[in-house]
Every structure is written in C-alpha cells, then in structure tokens.
C-alpha cells in the first residue's frame, strides 16, 4: 500500500533541496547552475518561503519533465518512486491520489494534482519570479500556450498509439494503428524544425523556458522509432543544449537513465 500524505511513515523517501545562486539569477539567468542548500551564502534568506512539493514518478516517463522542472526552478522537492512494472500506479492508495492511474502526480499545499502539461504551466506560475515560463500579457506567452497544449494534446497521444496500440483497436490493426501514429509524430517534429529554424535557437527565440524541457522529454521518447527526433538538425540542436543542463544529467543521475544521455 502507498502512503497518502500526510501520512508521516513512508519506507524509504529521497529529498533534494535545490535552489538557485540570485546573483547567476539576476547576471545570466540562463547559465545558472543549481547547487544544494547547504553550499548556499546567507543571502538565501532574500528567497520567499517555498513550498515543499512531492513528485510521485517513474523514470524516463511523462513525470520527467515535472521532475526537471523542480530541478530548474530551485524549489525543495520530495521523490516518491512509482513501480510501473509492479502496478503500484493501480493500487487503490495511490488511485485516491491520481484516478487516472498513471504519472505524475505532484502534491501542492497538500493536495495532489495531475497532467504534466498542467503541472508544468501551474509550477512556471507560481515560481513566476524565475522567468521560465510567461506570464499573462508578457511576450511569448501564447506561443508558450499554443506549444504546450500542442505537445499535450497531438504529441503525447500519438507517442501512447506508437507504444499502446493494442488500447486503441483489435491486435491485428496494431501495424496500421503504429503507423498512423509514426506520421503523426514525424509530422510535429517537421512543424518544430520550422519553428526553430525561424525563431530559435529555443521555443520562444533566446529565451530558455520550461517548454524546452516539456519538447526535450518528448525527443527523447522518439530514440527507438525509425526516424527519431534528433534525426532533423535545429532539433537536434535544442536536444543538445538541454542535454547539457545540470538539470538534465541530474535527472538521468537521480532516474537512474542511460539511453540518449
């Protein structure tokens, strides 16, 4: 059975603390590199209270990019591992917390919430102070929206097809149903080759924001298909920068990941 908060007995729980050094903040945001609470100088005590937010995950899933998105925003932050092969994301403990059965899920102020395109938008408001997502009226804001929702609502169901396409239709439709659901993939990443070709070299032009992220994950779920993400140049380009994120190779580190380092 898994523990419900705020349930104060849980087996074995991995806590990282991580937050971002202000003056590598305010001189080049976008160099800036986490390191842990305890190497930080008193000038901490400027950061607002923060939350300290549990992230129920799998590695390498759709959790990955709320898992990075903690990372980058420098918020405290708890692990909970989710057993996929296990089926602990079906144990009724754990359906009270995410009916859905599937991660992430993220606790917030004590409630737990799900859809990481959602979890993505609703971390980038409340750590506006960041700059790693838009807010309203600010520049860049609908095409944060528009790629977000684009990823969410086209990308990601056609890569479950791809992985899943017994849930989509009889076994012996499996073949039509991969294929139909590999022209859909192909056909985002040559919409974001375009994309980026005019107006990168990221998501919203010079600005790295959590998109970039949420995009990356999903790169990288291509890595076994016939023509993977990377194959298209721009976007090999961006794989490369995030792959170069201290928050990057830490998930790998913490994820235990290895393929497409």
Same mark, same amino acid.
């Given at each position: 059975?898994?523990?419900? %908060?705020?349930?104060?007995?849980?087996?074995? +729980?991995?806590?990282?603390?991580?937050?971002? *050094?202000?003056?590598?903040? @305010?001189? /080049?945001?976008?160099?800036? &590199?986490?390191?842990?609470?305890?190497?930080?100088?008193?000038?901490?005590?400027?950061?607002?209270?923060?939350?300290?937010?549990?992230? $129920?995950?799998?590695?390498?899933?759709?959790?990955?990019?709320? /898992?990075?998105?903690?990372?980058?925003?420098? +918020?405290?932050?708890?692990?909970?591992?989710?057993?996929?092969?296990?089926?602990?994301?079906? *144990?009724?403990?754990?359906?009270?917390? #995410?009916?859905?059965?599937? +991660?992430?899920?993220?606790?917030?102020?004590?409630?737990?919430?799900?859809?990481?395109?959602?979890?993505? %938008?609703?971390?980038?408001?409340?750590?506006?102070?960041?700059?790693?997502?838009?807010?309203?009226?600010?520049?860049?804001?609908?095409?944060? %929206?528009?790629?977000?929702? /684009?990823?969410? #609502?086209?990308? &990601?169901?056609?890569?479950?097809?791809?992985?899943?396409?017994?849930?989509?239709?009889?076994?012996?439709?499996? *073949?039509?149903?991969?294929?139909?659901?590999?022209?859909?993939?192909?056909?985002?990443?040559?919409?974001?080759?375009? @994309?980026?070709?005019?107006?990168?070299?990221?998501?919203?032009?010079?600005?790295?924001?959590?998109? *970039?992220?949420?995009?990356?994950?999903?790169?990288?779920?291509?890595?076994?298909?016939?023509?993977?993400?990377?194959?298209?140049?721009?976007?090999?380009?961006?794989?490369?920068?995030?792959?170069?994120?201290?928050?990057?190779?830490? +998930? $790998?580190?913490?994820?235990?990941?290895?393929?497409?380092?």
């Amino acid at each position: 059975m898994l523990p419900l %908060l705020p349930e104060p007995r849980i087996a074995i +729980v991995r806590l990282y603390f991580y937050f971002f *050094d202000i003056d590598a903040r @305010h001189s /080049h945001r976008q160099s800036a &590199q986490a390191r842990p609470a305890a190497m930080l100088p008193n000038r901490c005590s400027h950061f607002p209270i923060q939350t300290m937010y549990t992230l $129920y995950y799998s590695p390498g899933t759709a959790s990955m990019v709320v /898992h990075l998105a903690l990372l980058e925003l420098g +918020v405290a932050h708890e692990l909970r591992l989710i057993d996929l092969d296990a089926k602990a994301q079906k *144990d009724p403990e754990y359906l009270r917390l #995410n009916p859905s059965g599937v +991660v992430p899920t993220l606790i917030v102020d004590g409630a737990p919430y799900y859809e990481c395109a959602a979890l993505m %938008l609703m971390l980038g408001e409340r750590h506006a102070d960041t700059g790693l997502a838009p807010m309203p009226g600010a520049a860049g804001r609908n095409r944060f %929206l528009q790629w977000t929702l /684009h990823f969410a #609502n086209t990308l &990601q169901p056609a890569f479950r097809q791809w992985f899943y396409p017994a849930d989509f239709g009889p076994p012996d439709q499996a *073949d039509a149903m991969r294929e139909f659901a590999r022209r859909r993939i192909e056909a985002v990443w040559e919409r974001l080759e375009a @994309h980026l070709a005019a107006n990168g070299p990221y998501l919203l032009g010079d600005a790295f924001s959590l998109l *970039d992220l949420y995009a990356t994950m999903l790169m990288r779920w291509s890595r076994n298909m016939p023509k993977p993400a990377d194959r298209w140049p721009t976007i090999a380009t961006l794989a490369q920068r995030i792959k170069a994120r201290a928050s990057w190779k830490r +998930v $790998y580190e913490i994820e235990g990941l290895g393929e497409w380092a």
